[in-house]
């Protein structure tokens, strides 16, 4: 299974600015995928993203509010733009292993005051 | 629309005690589907997985599953609960097509809680 590692663990951010999580995996894969799992819910799919092309995004996410990179096979970085306390969530990046199963990261835990 | 159900919120065993934990889908061809614990403050760590095949899964820590289609379910199994099993359980099933090509899609979740 892949090791994958997230920056910033955590992080208290004020409303309206921006911050930017990092994902990095151990080995290239050509899915990534972002989740959001609120306090207390489970966990709601953002976005895929594949190397070399746009994002695709879940209904009810949108690209100005959650752009996502995918610059290489190991690595991508989702932003939370504009945050409001609703933003305040755990937020996790994973990826496709070779029997369609996901692996996780640790995730980020964000609060927004 | 394809789903992942799992009835209980919140149960409670005692340590040593058996475990199920319920999870029940929604798919029209036989879907692929999977266990995930989430301990606190921790990512998620897959347990098993099915896609095909035996219907009876084993997985890690202990954990097996039993895929029964006749009723659409797949449920968690350990004969022996330990006080480091409590955690948060996700049920989880992944289907293709529509918008968004590849989804996996969770349960709610069922917290468990390991009385010594």
């Known amino acids: 299974s892949a090791v994958i590692s997230q920056k910033p663990s955590r992080d208290i951010c004020q409303r309206g600015t921006s911050l930017t999580i990092q994902c990095q995996v151990d080995s290239q894969v050509t899915m990534m995928f972002w989740y959001r799992q609120q306090p207390g819910q489970s966990l709601t799919l953002i976005a895929t993203a594949n190397q070399g092309s746009e994002a695709t995004y879940e209904s009810g996410f949108v690209i100005d509010k959650f752009p996502i990179s995918r610059p290489n096979l190991t690595f991508s970085t989702l932003t939370v733009s504009n945050m409001s306390p609703e933003d305040s969530s755990i937020y996790l990046c994973?990826?496709?292993?070779?029997?369609?199963?996901?692996?996780f990261g640790p995730g980020t835990r964000l609060t927004v005051t | 629309a394809q789903s992942v159900t799992q009835p209980d919120i919140h149960i409670t065993v005692s340590e040593g005690a058996s475990l199920e934990l319920r999870c029940n889908y929604s798919?029209?061809?036989?879907?692929?589907l999977f266990w995930y614990v989430q301990s606190p403050g921790q990512g998620l760590q897959l347990l098993l997985k099915y896609f095909s095949g035996d219907t009876l899964v084993q997985g890690i820590k202990g954990f097996e599953a039993e895929f029964k289609r006749s009723q659409s379910s797949f449920n968690l199994r350990k004969p022996s609960v330990h006080w480091s099993d409590a955690a948060e359980y996700f049920c989880?099933?992944?289907?293709?097509?529509?918008?968004?090509?590849?989804?996996?899609?969770f349960g709610k979740g069922t917290l468990l809680t390991v009385n010594p």
């Open positions: 798919y029209g061809a036989t879907p692929y």
């Open positions: 989880a099933g992944y289907s293709r097509g529509g918008g968004s090509n590849y989804k996996l899609t």
């Open positions: 994973s990826v496709e292993g070779v029997a369609y199963e996901q692996y």
